[in-house]
């Protein structure tokens, strides 16, 4: 079973440019849900992704923007790029609630390092 | 607002030594889940442990065990007979439980890096 993948593992950005980056999430999952954590930091919740419909969403501006495809692969988009961005982007993906179960654990990628200069 | 406190912000023992993680948290929900992750120098957060709100009984496995009181809002980490592998960033997390979703969004702490000297 391949577990969550991110791409690219590592970027550099000048301010104001803009950034994709990308997650593929564990099979069978259908939830995906990103995370910034910048240095030294615990990782903030960005928005989470059900179902191509986006579920949820932290306190981070609308230049942060996401994406989820049919198989449930998803994209985080940051336009407008400033030096606070510079972080680490980690995506988690999750699977679909079964019978008997209240919850499921998030599965963490490697996550990819934003450098914006 | 949720909200987790590690005041521990660094830690360091010599190997063998037992070292307890520190994990105070706010909510308001009656229902929550807590969480510890570990993070090694690769950067991939990974998952040892969720304990649901509803159950305060101690668990062990192998050299992990947690502490969850809730009249003191802790849930505390404790290895015992630190290994160097144990060197690493540790977060505790928090995570309300709306019943029919099932993996809402995490709120961490700010980590205790724990350092392990051979």
């Known amino acids: 079973e391949t577990g969550v993948t991110q791409s690219p593992t590592h970027l550099i950005k000048t301010r104001g440019q803009q950034v994709t980056l990308r997650c593929s999430s564990q099979?069978?999952?259908?939830?995906v849900s990103w995370y910034q954590q910048a240095l030294g930091q615990g990782p903030q919740f960005i928005f989470q992704?059900?179902?191509?419909?986006?579920?949820g969403r932290g306190n981070f501006p609308p230049r942060f923007s996401g994406l989820q495809f049919p198989n449930y692969s998803s994209e985080l988009n940051v336009n407008a790029l400033e030096l606070d961005d510079s972080a680490l982007y980690l995506c988690a993906s999750s699977a679909p609630l079964t019978s008997g179960s209240s919850y499921n654990e998030q599965f963490f990628g490697p996550g990819t390092r934003l450098t914006v200069l | 607002a949720q909200k987790v406190t590690q005041a521990q912000t660094e830690i360091s023992v010599v190997e063998k030594e037992d070292v307890t993680l520190d994990c105070v948290y706010e909510t308001r929900d009656t229902t929550y889940y807590l969480f510890w992750y570990k993070q090694p120098p690769s950067g991939e957060l990974v998952f040892l442990i969720r304990r649901n709100s509803f159950d305060e009984q101690n668990e062990i496995s192998g050299r992990y065990s947690w502490n969850f009181q809730k009249s003191t809002s802790s849930f505390n980490f404790t290895i015992t007979a630190s290994q160097v592998v144990d060197s690493a960033v540790y977060f505790c997390?928090?995570?309300?439980?709306?019943?029919?979703?099932?993996?809402?969004?995490?709120?961490f702490g700010t980590g205790t890096r724990l350092t392990i000297i051979p």
């Open positions: 997390a928090l995570s309300e439980a709306r019943s029919n979703f099932g993996n809402e969004k995490l709120t």
């Open positions: 992704y059900y179902r191509e419909e986006e579920n």
């Open positions: 099979s069978g999952h259908n939830t």
